[in-house]
């Protein structure tokens, strides 16, 4: 007899982007320009206070949230990471045999965080332009749905979806399922037409918006992130969510970037102009990339994904292969950018 659930046994376990020493990693969707300014300071200072616990309430940073956002304080919520919050989503809306809907390519994390409550994913396939199918996610609801997660932009193709097509969606499923709006990349975003879902969205009672420090901010190492939903759906949120989850180095950590926000900006807008670069000097080189709102772009290599991945390791640059599919690349500074690229053509000319 098995001590743990026979189910998880097929379940793949999650796969990080790898780091070779002395090798190029643009292979996580990191920015590559390092700690914002005052961010090591403010989580060495915190650390002197290691001994004691956080902050469960994580007050101070979520009143900078709240009011950065325009929104209540009791609106707003963080976590080990947008992906722990994501779980903890999860936990507050499915019971076993629940159904998620969510497309499929997207987040590796999201058929883990299911598996994990016991629910059914209901994964929707890509467009064949590698973007969410919102009229087909939104069929595929049903009434053991209790859950549908939309990844604007998506991770790992770069596509996000416009405004008109989100309001249709939205109002399709209507208030009764829960629909979490993962938006890990928003900063990277530079279409008009794609909404901020917390200035769109987040008034409506069934929406969840999820951000993450750990891209744009430059947190990932100290995991935290935060949501904004309606205060009943956080509250219940809060009830299953880990004690102490936000700790003490990235609470203080996380403030101090927000006191960077004009540094976070300017980088930002280093790795767009790259983005645009990268997906140029590409595109000559392969057809049917899909235009990227995020810091990374996708090469649907199909069959030929490891063999291109191969070809970039030994060239000294590390991406992210996903078998069969495609390959997904971090935008990182422009030497790191201009190596891939010539990796790229040794393996795609
Ligand atoms: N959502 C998406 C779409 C992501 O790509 C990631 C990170 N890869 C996350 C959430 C989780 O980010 P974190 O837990 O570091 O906040």
Redesign the pocket.
Known sequence: MSLTRADLDALPTYVPGRSIPGAIKLA??EVPYGPLPGVVEAATEAAANSFRYPDMGVVALRERLADRLGVAVNRVAT????????EHVTRASCLPGDEIVYSWR????YPIIAAGTGATSIRVPNTAEHGHDLAAMAAAVTSRTKLVIV?N????TGTANRRAELDEFLDTVGPDVLVVL????REFVTDPDIPDGVAAYADRPNVVV??????AWGL?GL???YLVAQPDVVATIGKVTTPFSSNLAAQAAAIAALDAEDEMRRRCDLVIAERTRVQAALDELLPGIPASQ?NFVWLPLGAGSAEFAGVCEANGVIVRPFQGDGVRVTIGTPEENDAFLAAAEKALV
């Open positions: 996580s969707n976590g080990c990471g947008s992906v722990a919050l994501a997207s987040f590796e994390a990844c932009p998506n991770n790992p993962d938006e890990a990349y999820l951000r993450t420090f750990s891209k990932a995991r935290i992130g995020a």
